[in-house]
């Protein structure tokens, strides 16, 4: 389907359901409590998408008339505000298919997420906003087709890692250009810490509470490109570690950093409300500082299963810090675990269910062994050996069909395959590509060095630590294609996009090829 629908002649049936629709919203606009108005446009955040199924969709927008208000309440009263909004299948709104109130409670920032149900599979829709007499953009979003259809090909991006002070989103410039069906974040899309960008001059302190997310978040979403990014398509969401704090690990907070104001699982607890608040999920709001599953499933019809995982909540600490270093005399943990027995059991549970094409592990940090020299990343799967072989024994014994992991959190792009044996590095078992970040940076002073080192491995086809941008992926029924693609610069706010590198999975064999 092309992005906008050919507008036919208004019908009798039409033009009522349009005047009922105005007449609804002036209804609401004005029906704010205590005679409430905003006196300035209040979706300076933008609107979104996200969490596609075959029969709906959710759309999220945060209503914020002063968006960087240090209090982190966007300028906005103490008081619910009814939030009028409609799907249409067409740009103008001339058939709108659903349309109904939402409201926007102070205790959740005054955002909203609306679960559209009732929608036609595989097709694609248009939606906005209405408060206080304001009118949203309006995005783009699609629902995916239903698990017993056959589609012929899925296009999407992968992408993370968005410091908002290294460098500009000349990324999300390129995205909201793409020919996408949905685009899967993969972590990382604020920073909790403090200090002087390099590239955009802003001073910010680190995060210690609530407001201070909430801040944050307004910051980063207050950009244009990353707003043009989510009016393209829906977005799948996951969270790293810098959503929270720099490399925690469950309930424990990141032991080389100083700790901070709040205890930490307060601290947890206001950082997962934040993320609620503006993301397009369907999950239900946190409470206190206890268990909030985000983990979820996505089918694109038989083509592909697509498990979006939490590696950061249910996660043991670090054996030996977590940095890169040597093992130290606890490792491997035993009892160490990277998604928790839940969590586990679950993807284990929707992977042996499976009858998809493709089976999609979206998470966050790298799986296939990377060993550097004598050391590793005790953070990423590396750290969590005994973890990894139990994913890896049972892709095997099950006879998972085309596993396929897609990672962030590096700041470099990667494509390679996962060993069976994962200490001597034979036997590929499944693919992994790994997205570079968006703006985040690898450090300059290693980046050639690391290079030699990973690239070096048997089963790595590439690795690239000086690109920002992202990774884009055409599904197919008998091949997966990857293109790795950099911007010219984030250092200026436009840039130039190109593909550096292009790699082919074919069914039944998860070795990348060079396309």
Not at 277 to 297: A, N
Not at 419 to 438: H, K, M, Q, Y
Request: glycine share 8%; proline share 8%; aromatic share 12%.
């Amino acid at each position: 389907m092309s992005r906008r629908d050919l507008r036919a002649p208004l019908s009798r049936r039409e033009f009522l359901q349009l005047v009922a629709t105005s007449a609804a919203v002036v209804t609401a606009g004005s029906a704010c409590p205590g005679g409430v108005a905003l006196p300035d446009w209040p979706f300076t955040l933008g609107v979104a998408s996200g969490d596609p199924l075959a029969d709906r969709v959710v759309i999220w927008t945060r209503l914020a008339p002063d968006p960087l208000a240090l209090d982190g309440l966007g300028g906005m009263p103490d008081v619910t505000v009814p939030v009028w909004w409609e799907v249409a299948h067409d740009e103008a709104f001339r058939s709108i298919v659903r349309s109904g109130v939402a409201i926007a409670h102070p205790s959740l920032a005054h955002s909203v997420h609306v679960d559209v149900n009732g929608l036609e599979p595989d097709r694609w829709y248009f939606y906005r906003f209405h408060a206080a007499g304001h009118v949203s953009p309006v995005g783009r979003m699609r629902t995916f087709p239903r698990p017993d259809q056959a589609p012929a090909l899925a296009r999407f991006v992968t992408a993370s890692c968005q410091h908002f002070a290294s460098g500009y989103y000349t990324a999300h410039a390129a995205i909201a250009e793409e020919d996408l069906d949905f685009v899967a974040f993969l972590g990382d899309y604020i920073y909790e810490s403090g200090g002087t960008g390099p590239v955009r001059s802003h001073v910010i302190g680190r995060v210690e509470n609530l407001a201070g997310y909430r801040h944050r978040y307004a910051l980063y979403k207050s950009d244009a490109n990353l707003q043009a990014a989510h009016l393209l398509c829906p977005w799948i969401i996951t969270w790293d570690d810098h959503e929270v704090a720099n490399n925690y690990a469950g309930d424990f907070f990141d032991e080389n950093a100083t700790p901070p104001q709040l205890p930490f699982l307060e601290l947890r607890a206001a950082a997962y409300q934040a993320w609620y608040e503006h993301q397009p999920v369907r999950v239900l709001p946190p409470k206190g500082s206890g268990d909030f599953r985000i983990y979820r499933g996505f089918d694109y019809g038989d083509l592909a299963r697509i498990l979006v995982l939490d590696t950061r909540q249910y996660r043991s600490d670090q054996d030996c810090g977590d940095v890169i270093g040597p093992d130290c005399a606890t490792f491997p943990n035993p009892n160490g675990t990277m998604l928790g027995a839940a969590q586990e059991a679950w993807v284990f549970d929707r992977l042996d269910a499976s009858q998809a094409l493709w089976n999609v592990l979206a998470q966050q940090v790298v799986f296939s062994p990377t060993p550097i020299g004598a050391l590793r990343n005790f953070d990423q799967w590396d750290g969590y050996p005994l973890a990894r072989q139990r994913i890896v024994d049972f892709l095997v014994d099950a006879a998972i069909r085309n596993p396929v992991i897609l990672t962030g959190d590096i700041h470099s792009a990667g494509a390679g395959w996962l060993p069976r044996d994962t200490t001597g590095l034979t036997g590929p078992l499944a693919s992994e590509f790994v997205a570079t970040g968006i703006s985040s940076t690898f450090p300059e002073a290693l980046a050639q060095l690391a290079k030699d080192i990973i690239e070096a491995l048997p089963h790595v086809s590439f690795f690239d630590p000086f690109g920002r941008g992202y990774c884009r992926h055409e599904l197919a029924r008998d091949r997966w294609r990857t293109d790795f693609r950099v911007v010219s610069t984030t250092t200026q706010p436009v840039a130039t996009v190109s593909t550096a590198a292009s790699f082919v999975v074919e069914d039944g064999n998860p070795v990348p090829q060079p396309a």
